[in-house]
């Protein structure tokens, strides 16, 4: 573990309060990975996705994980859902419910938007009788209402986006694990999501890891970012970003935390390049 990776345990330990935490309470813990390493394939194929790394996350806290491609960030984010297994260390999510949402939106193209939303609340378990109130109540909170019936290629990009919003909504999860979801929005509505997932985050106390290659993203929406470095993939810094919410990316406060955050990502990205 780098002296790097102990910083982020000390972070973790004690970041600022969630949203509707009492005062004064230690954060309980959401994510715990702890010395985690992940390869790939084996012999000269051999690739060291992640090498022992360390990072805890509070309940209710957002944190963006940046860095080069390939340094490991979605490698991460699945062995946080489970999705797969480290090859050594641990990861811990106290028992905590998970949904993940992608740069493209999974709507079935076949179900209408309401059918989607349907289906997720379903495979949660949710009764029939609940459902069609609830289909409703969570498209109005995503700003669909009345878009219902409309088939994934009949909205725009944002609305595809929001409709996956909705479908991770319905999950009922406590840990949402975000890989560069705006990534392919124009800005104007990536702004727009930004407010939007700022204040879901908020409203529900979720606990928020988001990963982007966009610095002023992270600073935007994170209460901390990690930036992540390549071959192998570790912690190299976390950024604490106690700026006021809600933010504006043309704050010049968020601007001066973002040129910080952007020219040791420059580095890495050289560094790695090279
Ligand atoms: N299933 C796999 N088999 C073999 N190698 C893999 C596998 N998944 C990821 N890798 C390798 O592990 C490293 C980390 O990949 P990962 O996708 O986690 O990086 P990333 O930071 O998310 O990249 P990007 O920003 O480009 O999405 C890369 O070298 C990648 O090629």
Redesign the pocket.
């Known amino acids: 573990m780098s002296s790097l990776g102990s910083h982020v345990r000390e972070q973790g330990a004690a970041p600022a309060a969630a949203p509707g935490a009492t005062p004064g309470a230690a954060p309980a813990p959401a994510v715990d990975v702890r010395g985690v390493s992940k390869v790939?394939?084996s012999g000269s194929e051999q690739?060291v996705?992640l090498k022992d790394v360390d990072l805890s996350v509070a309940q209710g806290e957002f944190v963006c994980l940046l860095?080069a491609?390939?340094?490991?960030?979605?490698?991460?984010l699945n062995l946080v859902a489970g999705l797969d297994k480290p090859t050594s260390g641990t990861v811990d999510t106290h028992g905590k419910r998970i949904a993940f949402m992608f740069q493209e939106a999974t709507l079935f193209p076949w179900l209408t938007l309401a059918q989607n939303v349907d289906l997720a609340l379903r495979l949660n378990g949710v009764a029939k009788a609940e459902r069609k109130p609830r289909v409703s109540e969570l498209l109005a909170k995503v700003r669909l209402g009345g878009r219902g019936d409309r088939r994934p290629h009949e909205l725009s990009g944002g609305m595809r986006q929001r409709g996956a919003l909705a479908r991770v909504l319905a999950q009922d999860a406590d840990i949402v694990l975000m890989d560069e979801p705006f990534a392919a929005l124009d800005a104007m509505t990536r702004d727009a999501m930004h407010d939007e997932i700022e204040s879901l985050w908020s409203e529900l106390g979720l606990t928020v890891m988001f990963?982007t290659?966009n610095v002023r993203e992270a600073a935007r929406l994170s209460d901390r970012t990690v930036l992540?470095e390549s071959g192998p993939?570790r912690v190299k810094q976390v950024y604490p970003v106690t700026l006021p919410r809600p933010r504006h990316l043309d704050d010049p406060l968020l601007t001066e935390q973002a040129a910080h955050m952007t020219d040791e990502l420059k580095n890495e990205v050289a560094r790695h390049v090279r």
């Open positions: 790939f394939g690739v996705a860095g491609s390939g340094c490991g960030k979605s490698t991460l990963v290659h992540m993939g």
